[in-house]
């Protein structure tokens, strides 16, 4: 007994076509035109603003009472700040690009270290941390006891 087909229950959906069929026919909330951006205080086009921006400006029928009736702050596309694509390392005060920091140094820009400053940093830490075997005892390392601490 073979069976075809995908494992579970699977209802799929038929590609939906402009101006065809039924998908959206009793669709009750109004169509948004146009929408405000915060920002430049200009009434702009749909198409000014990113998908997200609109959904949150747009009617929700799921939504808890009162949140629809909230004024929503939307921001153009032209108006929302970009990725930054560089940072100014704390240590060497030099601006370096993204790649050039650890993820977890992107988080906090303000106090971020490049990778470079980062390793000479913990070179310093490691060396700082060896036991320092001065040139004085002529005859090798001395080990310490702990008759000799007592």
Known sequence: MSRQGPAGKFRIQPAVQEGYGAYGANDQTPTVKSLRCVFCD???????FSKTQ??????????????????KNITCKQCTAKQT????????????????FAKNQRKHAEK?????????????????????????????PHHETWHDIM
């Open 112 to 140: 971020a270290r490049c990778l470079k400053c980062m390793k000479k940093r913990e070179d310093e830490d490691m060396n700082d941390s060896d036991p320092d075997y001065s040139s004085d005892d002529s005859d090798g």
């Open 42 to 48: 200009q009434e702009k086009q749909i198409d000014a």
């Open 54 to 71: 609109v959904a949150k400006a747009t009617y929700n029928p799921y939504a808890p009472p009162g949140w629809n009736k909230k004024a």
């Open 85 to 100: 694509a560089s940072l100014q390392c704390m240590t060497c005060t030099k601006t370096k690009p993204l790649e050039q």
